[in-house]
């Protein structure tokens, strides 16, 4: 039995080893945080709530239903750290270096399990990726940690080894674009601080663009711009429209709200919009209170989630990608243009079906989960999309719902956060039939649109 049961894990879709590997994870996390040496005394949790914190974590959203600063211990802060980097480099990542260390060969499908976690190019060999990748995150951890503990220090006069472990949880939060703090309001109370919020912005930036895009950043400076990939230019040119539209539109939306940034000077309140519009792609962390956010700016909330970060981050949503293949599309068609053309190239229409296909199963799944809490629960909508789109873009933010969830709500959110953390294509791929490459052409006829 356990033979058979091996070769079929062996023979496992990389998509279905991504989604084990994150469920096998997440049920060891829980255990260990209702352990009692994870929790602050007389504390008490739930396995569902154990459940819920990790999975936040490993899915690097930060939504949660209890304070984490005052429910768990140091000890479970640490747990919950490993699990966001754990998250945040994949699951695939840990699993392949534990491999490299013990000497032990990797298989061609684990091997391209892991491109695929990490929406890598299938050319590079693995030890020289996996070493990428760990430096790449070490060294813009390490700087943000470095900035954040002096800030701790020189500001909130902490101790050095109170102020180091803030750091670091905080660099890696924001660099894994998580969205947890050990502060209860966030980062609320730093609204004016020009040192946390760009250094929380800078890693956040930098997790949300992507590996991929990061080495061929280095590379583009080394050799030339010639050297930037199509990826990564995408990317880039769609995160700073995103960055800088979104920071515009919050600083005009918000200018005069007396319960947001109406209440700041001019520079705090363009600092202030900035932080916001960075982190409402997908990192969750909020300088403002965000149950006081206008409408308008609250819609606006919507879509810079739903879109996110970049293929191959540590963040989720769409991605910018997807997004911008769909945008030239649609510019395309109305310019009359028959093929989709940006930076002097051709993208094949086989990229723009799977960027359709991710669009419209990710509404279709946002949809119907935000019907079922709507039925389920007693919450208005604009609560529940917010939450919804937070958890399934990964972001973490949300108007105050979470931890009145009902149970049935709860599990919904954290089925929601596997999805949107592994992408809605993983979860299609894993529970449809292998591809089948017809032998045969139906005949074509033309339909009527718009």
């Not at 502060?183 to 992507?210: D, K």
Request: net charge positive; with cysteine; glycine share 10%.
């Amino acid at each position: 039995m356990m033979k058979i049961s091996m070769k079929s894990i062996k023979n496992m879709s990389s998509s279905r080893k991504m989604i084990f590997g994150f469920i096998g994870s997440t049920v060891i996390g829980a255990l260990l945080l209702m352990f009692p040496f994870s929790l602050q005394k007389d504390e008490h949790i739930s396995f569902l709530t154990a459940f819920f914190t990790i999975t936040s974590a490993i899915c690097v959203t930060g939504l949660s239903v209890v304070d984490v600063s005052k429910v768990f211990s140091p000890v479970g802060w640490t747990i919950i750290l490993i699990f966001i980097q754990l998250g945040g480099l994949g699951v695939m990542t840990f699993s392949s270096t534990i491999f490299l260390i013990t000497g032990k060969k990797m298989t061609f499908s684990e091997r391209m399990t892991l491109k695929d976690e990490r929406n890598a190019d299938g050319s590079e060999e693995i030890k020289v990726f996996i070493k990428k990748i760990f430096k790449t995150v070490f060294v813009i951890e390490g700087i943000g940690a470095v900035i954040l503990t002096y800030f701790f220090i020189n500001d909130l006069h902490y101790s050095f080894g109170k102020a180091l472990y803030y750091g670091i949880f905080h660099a890696v939060s924001a660099f894994c674009n998580a969205g947890f703090s050990l502060f209860s309001t966030g980062l609320e109370g730093f609204a004016g601080s020009v040192v946390l919020n760009l250094s929380i912005a800078y890693l956040i930036i930098l997790g949300g663009i992507g590996f991929a895009v990061i080495n061929s950043f280095i590379l583009g400076i080394r050799k030339g711009i010639k050297k930037f990939n199509l990826t990564s230019k995408l990317a880039i040119l769609i995160s700073v429209f995103l960055t800088f539209g979104g920071m515009m539109a919050i600083f005009i939306l918000e200018y005069n709200n007396p319960n947001t940034i109406g209440k700041f000077n001019f520079v705090d309140k363009l600092m202030a919009a900035f932080f916001q519009s960075v982190t409402l792609r997908t990192a969750g962390f909020n300088t403002v209170p965000l149950a006081g956010l206008n409408d308008g700016t609250v819609f606006l909330s919507y879509i810079l989630m739903f879109i996110g970060a970049s293929p191959g981050s540590t963040g989720g949503g769409l991605k910018t990608t997807t997004i911008g293949v769909i945008v030239f599309y649609v510019l395309g068609v109305v310019k009359g243009r028959e093929n989709i053309e940006l930076f002097n190239r051709r993208i094949g229409w086989d990229i723009l079906n799977k960027a359709l296909a991710i669009l419209v199963i990710s509404l279709m799944y946002v949809g119907i989960i935000i019907m079922l809490i709507l039925t389920y629960d007693n919450f208005g909508l604009k609560e529940v999309i917010y939450e919804v789109i937070s958890a399934f873009a990964t972001v973490g933010v949300t108007l105050g719902i979470t931890p009145n969830l009902n149970v049935l709500s709860q599990i919904l959110i954290i089925i929601t956060m596997f999805v949107g953390r592994l992408g809605p294509m993983t979860f299609a791929l894993a529970i449809g039939e292998k591809k089948i490459k017809e032998q045969y052409e139906y005949p074509k006829e033309n339909i009527v649109v718009g």
